[in-house]
């Protein structure tokens, strides 16, 4: 089971949503913790949210729970039953109601001192801490200090490379002049596919939009839009799916991948579509390594056609590679008739 903690601020992302759907068409082992205090960092949940919420989650096709923090036991029964089943491959959702006591940031708190102070209050840990309890407090608090200093001692970061792809350029330099045009009849899709192939053997995945050749819903051969995919589905059934139209969800998807270790390679139909992947890779793709210590290399691979002269005007015809080249961790490779793309995902496989 993985677990998603989001708060209440995130019910109006979209990306949630086709997060929530795409969990529910592949019966994905996820279960989503809703931590709900009723305010984002100073927006009352009652201005941002309308609608009701089990009625959304449901309509997901998702198992729909609600619980609260003042009722712990409730709240533990609840949560059993929710990862009972997620794990059964019937994802859910729990809301938890609960307070909020401090600021979201520093002194950002815009809430009456009147309803802090009852927040106060009525926190649970609160009313545990009385004069019986200060000095079982004070060991517990000892304790946690031990293990905290315990473990800073025991860390040892291992450096690792943190490039989301690799690639050994000096093993091209005596191909770019002589392959040009030596790959007689083949198309270089044709090429780039025999690439992917590579990552596929290795028990990668390849995911995007219409990729998915003649499947149990249609029966004529269709492999992606430019035919870059081809057959792949048939050979790697497993691996190479079609997805929603969300290239946000795409990436997203390769970055939970790329997080075990495994390869991934993400195709964005067209490359005036990349804008919409720009927070997950910013955001995400090329922070993993520093959040965790450099204690992991994210083995993710984009892939999209970019550039004119196809013939599909200026909403598919854009050169956008150089908005790509100043995120920190990412490598750009702008594929051209000198190089063989084949030796391109061969490197990107063995590394």
Known sequence: VSVIFIGDGTLGEGLLYETLNLTSLKNLPLLFVLENNG?????????????????????????????????????????KEAVDKTRKNSPSFIEVKTKRLMSHSKGDDNRSDEFIENQWQNDLINK???DDY?????????????L??????????????????????????QEIMSFKHSYGNKRYNELIRKGISLILDKKGYFIGEDI??????????YGGA??????????????????????????????????SNVKCVAEIMFGDFSTLIIDQLIQHTSKFTQMYGHKMSIPFILR?????????GPTHSQSLESIFLGI????????????????????????
């Open 134 to 146: 200060k000095d079982q407090i004070k060991f517990i608090e000892k304790e946690i200090q031990n």
């Open 304 to 312: 999209t056609p970019m550039g004119g002269g196809r013939g599909y």
């Open 328 to 351: 920190t961790n990412v490598q750009v490779v702008y594929l051209n008739n000198y190089i063989d793309p084949v030796n391109i995902y061969k490197d990107l496989s063995d590394n």
């Open 39 to 79: 305010i984002a960092q100073s927006t009352s949940m009652k201005q941002s949210f309308s609608g009701s919420l089990e009625d959304r989650i449901k309509g997901f096709g998702l198992n729909f729970f609600k619980s609260n923090t003042d009722s712990l036991d409730h709240l533990f029964e609840t949560l």
């Open 148 to 173: 905290a200093s315990d473990a800073l001692k025991e860390e040892k970061l291992k450096s690792v490379s943190s490039k989301v792809s690799i690639i050994n350029n000096s093993s091209y330099e």
């Open 212 to 221: 998915e050749n003649n499947n149990n819903y249609h029966p004529k051969s």
């Open 226 to 259: 430019f035919k870059v995919s081809g057959d792949l589905s048939n050979k790697y059934p497993n691996q190479v799916m079609n997805f929603p139209i969300s290239e946000a969800l795409i990436a997203g998807f390769c970055n939970g991948v790329s997080l």
């Open 128 to 130: 545990y801490i009385s």
